[in-house]
């Protein structure tokens, strides 16, 4: 859509008729081997083509695809930060049945001179244990469907889509920063449920 929309194909001699160009080309395309320095090699492409040219990255020429996934990617990360915040309610009423369960033995430990904070930190720990091991579990979950879903290439697009973004199929990166993120909201969620 973007193409026909502001391209036209026509003879390079009637166009540079048309348009007083003088020069053979006005546009060079440079292809790096990888993605990761893109911005450093646009500012120093900039610096040594002068102030007559400008440079544009494939992140500037589709800006509005990757705005909409960074909002995809905050709403997504909401949505699971409340899944996860009512999974803790699964802790607290696991965390409640047990005190029930356990209140001849709480109060017989009582009597024998166990002090409130040491149940305190039983049940704060039982809570970590059982959420953790949800967080764990989930987390190499996550990890193998991203894998089977890059490596199988899954989400793939058809050919007419992938022709215009220049992009055939969605591959999904297990970034350390993301599981970090994760792991530290599902803790907090935890810890707070147990210890209520």
Known sequence: AEYDSEWVFMDRATLRALCGLQATADVIEVKLDTTEGTEDAARRIERTAGPGFSVSDWRSMNGGLFSALVLQQTTLFLVIGL???????????????????????????????????????????????????????????????????????????????????????????????????????????ILVAAWV
Do not use: H
């Open 83 to 189: 899944i996860v915040a009512v999974s803790t309610f699964n802790v607290v009423a696991t965390l409640v049945m047990t005190v029930q369960e356990k209140k001849r033995d709480i109060g017989v430990l009582g009597t024998l001179g166990a002090e409130p904070r040491f149940f305190s930190r039983v049940f704060v720990w039982l809570g970590a244990l059982l959420g953790g091991s949800g967080v764990i579990a989930g987390i190499l979950f996550g990890a193998l469907i991203c894998w089977a879903a890059t490596q199988f290439r899954l989400l793939s697009f058809p050919p007419g889509v992938a022709e215009i973004y220049f992009v055939s199929y969605i591959p999904f990166l297990v970034r350390p920063a993301d599981l970090a993120a994760i792991v530290g909201f599902a803790a907090l969620a």
